[in-house]
């Protein structure tokens, strides 16, 4: 028998003496469903295999998680700061706070609109040109370059003269988060200037920012033989072009005779695009002998530019043919970004058979989000393999399937339920994946059982307690699981389970993850080392219009002197008050 693999299902019966966990765990879940008491098997498995007797529960106020925040280092008195107006405060933290703060603060500028840009645009002018202000430049650009108020783009357009060159490449990438055509002029400034290392990436910045001038811009070189040493990065973006008259401009282009292999097989997938023109066949027969070449740098091209044309009927040769497992998950690959073009989504079925798992998998991804059930099925039976990288495999396939379609979850969930039954015999390292395997699984049902194998699981799991290690791996399926770990902390009154709920909980951050916190923050249960530990969380997550008054007010009303003193440490960590400058 194979002892490495998850196919066998043996159930460790020699643990059911009356004092064993196994009992506890049965007498606990007593009242629970068929999948739960199969759950509590497999943490009598998962208790029994630990080799050493479990230490005392760490008190939660000496839990690592917490007792950074309850040390005197982190005192600094009372936060007597008025909380009103949070702008000051947010760009202080942009010159003085360390990196998850400042992290923090960028996302609450950025998203503050107007106020933001208008106090980063001060504080720009401020450091502009100060020998030592390029490291505060680079927080405003980050700043900048996530805000979506069009006044943020042309102070980011003015770095883009700065003398700091990493910094001016900053920018560059900055403007594209919000691209807009009115930056594309001092981005052309910016590679007439640049080292060569550089010009490809301005380059495919300048396509991002307003494709159509870039494309007539760059056609202009090739027919005039400008700058040919930026062609390689420019030709991917030609392939795009649609325009009639580029068609023809290019088709014009192909008729020389000194053009090179990579010039002529990007403009040849410009030119086999016919619409209303007469179709170039002298261009498409370039590329179909490209893609059945012996040389696999021009099968590689032709594939490339086959799909950048949208060409993908002529496709279908690679994947029946070429015997290079890359060329044909690129074909995959490219077919999955169009699965509602009929030539695409025949290609994605023929992936879908391929004898390589690369190739298989953006296929069957692709077909089972948008419903086609033969592809679910497919990637349910990877799911019993004995194989980890197939299981693991085929939830890959399932991910966004399983979080739009909760029968699709359920499925995955009673072929996978039946490996709890095999905890026992599993060694640590196995053990531990197959829990990050069923933490996956957005559906009710595994996350109470995976909630109940944590529940006063002993031991370690990749260097962290069972316990906690289980619930972490829980939230992974999402809302569904948030809440389950909310109501557990709720309902116990053990400390370190409820530390270890709140952490989990709270891992995925966003807005329900601040409304469960916020919950506990109202609690008259919650004690005051939870008070703290959330504090931090809330902190952490945001926004600080949101949570930044609440955690002022708590601090206010501590009794606790400890607990009071951290609070407001966490206060003057994320909320650092405005100082004054020159």
Same mark, same amino acid.
């Given at each position: 028998?194979?002892?490495?693999?998850?196919?066998?299902?043996?159930?460790?019966?020699?643990?059911?003496?009356?004092?064993?966990?196994?009992?506890?765990?049965?007498?606990?879940?007593?009242?629970?469903?068929?999948?739960?008491?199969?759950?509590?098997?497999?943490?009598?498995?998962?208790?029994?295999?630990?080799?050493?007797?479990?230490?005392?529960?760490?008190?939660?106020?000496?839990?690592?998680?917490?007792?950074?925040?309850?040390?005197?280092?982190?005192?600094?008195?009372?936060?007597?700061?008025?909380?009103?107006?949070?702008?000051?405060?947010?760009?202080?933290?942009?010159?003085?706070?360390?990196?998850?703060?400042?992290?923090?603060?960028?996302?609450?500028?950025?998203?503050?609109?107007?106020?933001?840009?208008?106090?980063?645009?001060?504080?720009?002018?401020?450091?502009?040109?100060?020998?030592?202000?390029?490291?505060?430049?680079?927080?405003?650009?980050?700043?900048?370059?996530?805000?979506?108020?069009?006044?943020?783009?042309?102070?980011?357009?003015?770095?883009?003269?700065?003398?700091?060159?990493?910094?001016?490449?900053?920018?560059?990438?900055?403007?594209?988060?919000?691209?807009?055509?009115?930056?594309?002029?001092?981005?052309?400034?910016?590679?007439?200037?640049?080292?060569?290392?550089?010009?490809?990436?301005?380059?495919?910045?300048?396509?991002?920012?307003?494709?159509?001038?870039?494309?007539?811009?760059?056609?202009?070189?090739?027919?005039?033989?400008?700058?040919?040493?930026?062609?390689?990065?420019?030709?991917?973006?030609?392939?795009?072009?649609?325009?009639?008259?580029?068609?023809?401009?290019?088709?014009?282009?192909?008729?020389?005779?000194?053009?090179?292999?990579?010039?002529?097989?990007?403009?040849?997938?410009?030119?086999?695009?016919?619409?209303?023109?007469?179709?170039?066949?002298?261009?498409?027969?370039?590329?179909?002998?490209?893609?059945?070449?012996?040389?696999?740098?021009?099968?590689?091209?032709?594939?490339?530019?086959?799909?950048?044309?949208?060409?993908?009927?002529?496709?279908?040769?690679?994947?029946?043919?070429?015997?290079?497992?890359?060329?044909?998950?690129?074909?995959?690959?490219?077919?999955?970004?169009?699965?509602?073009?009929?030539?695409?989504?025949?290609?994605?079925?023929?992936?879908?058979?391929?004898?390589?798992?690369?190739?298989?998998?953006?296929?069957?991804?692709?077909?089972?989000?948008?419903?086609?059930?033969?592809?679910?099925?497919?990637?349910?039976?990877?799911?019993?393999?004995?194989?980890?990288?197939?299981?693991?495999?085929?939830?890959?396939?399932?991910?966004?399937?399983?979080?739009?379609? %909760?029968?699709?979850?359920?499925?995955?969930?009673? &072929? #996978?339920?039946?490996?709890? =039954?095999?905890? @026992? *015999? !599993? $060694? %640590?390292?196995?053990?531990?994946?197959?829990?990050? &395997? #069923?933490?996956?699984?957005? =559906?009710?049902? @595994? *996350? !109470? $059982?995976?909630?109940?194998?944590?529940?006063?699981?002993?031991?370690?799991?990749?260097?962290?307690?069972?316990?906690?290690?289980?619930?972490?791996?829980?939230?992974?399926?999402?809302?569904?699981?948030?809440?389950?770990?909310?109501?557990?902390?709720?309902?116990?009154?053990?400390?370190?389970?409820?530390?270890?709920?709140?952490?989990?909980?709270?891992?995925?951050?966003?807005?329900?993850?601040?409304?469960?916190?916020?919950?506990?923050?109202?609690?008259?249960?919650?004690?005051?080392?939870?008070?703290?530990?959330?504090?931090?969380?809330?902190?952490?997550?945001?926004?600080?219009?949101?949570?930044?008054?609440?955690?002022?007010?708590?601090?206010?009303?501590?009794?606790?002197?400890?607990?009071?003193?951290?609070?407001?440490?966490?206060?003057?960590?994320?909320?650092?008050?405005?100082?004054?400058?020159?």
């Amino acid at each position: 028998m194979n002892k490495s693999g998850w196919g066998e299902r043996t159930m460790g019966r020699t643990l059911l003496g009356k004092d064993s966990v196994l009992a506890r765990g049965l007498a606990r879940l007593a009242a629970v469903s068929r999948a739960a008491m199969l759950a509590a098997v497999g943490t009598a498995g998962l208790l029994a295999a630990c080799e050493k007797e479990a230490p005392p529960k760490t008190p939660p106020a000496l839990d690592d998680r917490v007792q950074l925040l309850f040390s005197p280092d982190m005192a600094r008195g009372p936060y007597t700061a008025d909380l009103a107006d949070l702008t000051a405060h947010l760009v202080e933290a942009l010159v003085v706070s360390e990196h998850d703060v400042q992290r923090r603060a960028k996302m609450e500028l950025a998203a503050s609109g107007a106020r933001g840009v208008t106090a980063l645009r001060r504080f720009v002018e401020r450091y502009r040109s100060d020998p030592g202000g390029a490291d505060y430049l680079r927080n405003a650009a980050d700043v900048l370059s996530l805000s979506e108020d069009p006044a943020a783009q042309p102070i980011l357009c003015g770095l883009l003269e700065h003398p700091s060159e990493s910094l001016r490449i900053q920018v560059l990438r900055g403007l594209l988060v919000h691209p807009s055509p009115e930056s594309y002029e001092p981005v052309l400034k910016l590679l007439a200037n640049s080292p060569p290392g550089y010009q490809a990436e301005i380059c495919a910045a300048l396509a991002k920012l307003d494709l159509e001038r870039a494309q007539r811009q760059w056609l202009l070189w090739v027919e005039q033989g400008d700058n040919p040493s930026v062609w390689p990065a420019i030709l991917p973006t030609l392939a795009l072009i649609r325009d009639p008259e580029l068609v023809l401009r290019v088709r014009a282009v192909l008729q020389r005779t000194d053009l090179d292999t990579l010039t002529r097989l990007w403009l040849s997938a410009v030119a086999c695009q016919a619409g209303d023109l007469p179709k170039d066949e002298a261009a498409l027969a370039t590329l179909r002998a490209a893609r059945e070449s012996k040389n696999p740098t021009e099968r590689d091209l032709a594939v490339r530019a086959l799909a950048s044309a949208g060409r993908y009927d002529e496709l279908a040769w690679t994947l029946e043919h070429d015997e290079a497992p890359g060329l044909r998950e690129l074909v995959a690959r490219a077919a999955a970004r169009q699965p509602d073009h009929a030539d695409a989504r025949f290609l994605l079925e023929r992936a879908a058979n391929d004898p390589e798992e690369s190739v298989r998998t953006p296929a069957l991804t692709a077909l089972a989000l948008h419903g086609r059930g033969e592809a679910v099925d497919e990637a349910l039976q990877w799911l019993s393999s004995p194989v980890l990288q197939e299981v693991q495999g085929g939830l890959q396939i399932l991910r966004e399937a399983m979080a739009s379609r %909760p029968e699709v979850a359920r499925r995955a969930w009673d &072929v #996978l339920r039946p490996r709890l =039954d095999t905890l @026992a *015999t !599993r $060694t %640590p390292v196995e053990r531990a994946m197959l829990l990050k &395997v #069923l933490g996956q699984i957005p =559906d009710p049902e @595994a *996350t !109470r $059982t995976l909630l109940e194998l944590g529940r006063g699981a002993q031991g370690d799991l990749e260097g962290t307690r069972a316990q906690r290690f289980i619930l972490r791996q829980s939230v992974n399926a999402g809302p569904i699981a948030q809440d389950a770990l909310y109501e557990l902390w709720r309902a116990s009154e053990d400390g370190l389970l409820r530390l270890d709920a709140l952490e989990a909980f709270s891992a995925l951050g966003g807005d329900h993850s601040r409304e469960l916190l916020l919950k506990v923050f109202d609690d008259p249960r919650t004690s005051s080392t939870e008070m703290v530990y959330v504090a931090d969380r809330l902190a952490r997550i945001g926004p600080a219009s949101e949570v930044a008054w609440q955690l002022k007010r708590a601090a206010l009303a501590m009794q606790d002197p400890s607990a009071r003193e951290a609070l407001q440490g966490i206060l003057w960590r994320w909320y650092p008050p405005p100082s004054q400058r020159d």
